[in-house]
């Protein structure tokens, strides 16, 4: 059962341009929803996190949209650069006290100048 | 920021032998830690959740035998792989929650490889 889902193995986007990367979950009891950023063989770096509570989140370059009627959340990367390029990982952790986090299947991002 | 270090960065081993992978928090006490694996192209998957000071928690499906995880201070935490075969080639990362900051910090994986 696949809780946590990024349906786009894939993204191409041009230098400067946005990049939207999607989630969606089916877990209501998620409260917590974090994007990571990965390279081969390193392990995932933290990008951004969006309590349930909240509906956005912004930092810098990178924005979260959440859309819990939706049970919907969204990356923005704007403007994406070629440095950008990476697997990106969505995140969600339960409600439980240790906080054990559920990793969609990931989306390949590829930024050409 | 809080890092944890995590060694080998790869390792090669024969089939039927023990390797164990470590994980150490340097600048922060982690009292809990996850070991995830990822195989080629797919989604990291929670192996298990250890506590300092108590036993792991694994998750369906995970041999806790075959899978040994310690985490006997709050700076360690380590994984063995014992009787490795070669369909426990993955790559291995473990992770520790870090209260003070926002999100999980990960180390940086172990590449096992068994022939």
């Known amino acids: 059962d696949q809780q946590v889902k990024q349906n786009s193995p894939s993204l191409s986007v041009q230098e400067g341009r946005i990049s939207i990367l999607n989630c969606d979950y089916t877990n209501s009891m998620f409260d917590y929803f974090l994007w990571y950023k990965k390279y081969p063989a390193e392990g995932p770096t933290f990008l951004i996190s969006?309590?349930?509570?909240?509906d956005k989140n912004e930092d810098g370059r990178f924005t979260v949209f959440l859309n819990k009627s939706a049970k919907h959340l969204s990356l923005h990367i704007v403007p994406s650069q070629p440095g950008d390029s990476a697997v990106y990982f969505c995140a969600a952790r339960g409600g439980t006290s240790y906080g054990k986090l559920t990793f969609g299947q990931g989306t390949i991002l590829t930024v050409h100048p | 920021g809080a890092v944890v270090s995590q060694h080998p960065s790869w390792v090669i081993c024969k089939s039927g032998t023990s390797v164990k992978i470590e994980c150490r928090s340097l600048d922060f006490q982690a009292t809990t830690m996850f070991w995830y694996r990822q195989f080629p192209k797919q989604s990291l998957m929670l192996m298990a959740t250890s506590n300092e000071g108590s036993k792991a928690t694994y998750e369906q499906g995970v041999e806790k035998d075959k899978f040994l995880i310690n985490h006997a201070s709050l700076t360690l935490s380590t994984l063995t792989v014992t009787s490795a075969h070669p369909e426990d080639s993955s790559f291995y990362i473990c992770?520790?929650?870090?209260?003070?900051?926002?999100?999980?910090?990960f180390g940086s994986g172990t590449r096992l490889t068994v022939v």
């Open positions: 992770s520790a929650r870090v209260r003070a900051l926002v999100g999980y910090t």
């Open positions: 969006i309590s349930s509570i909240k």
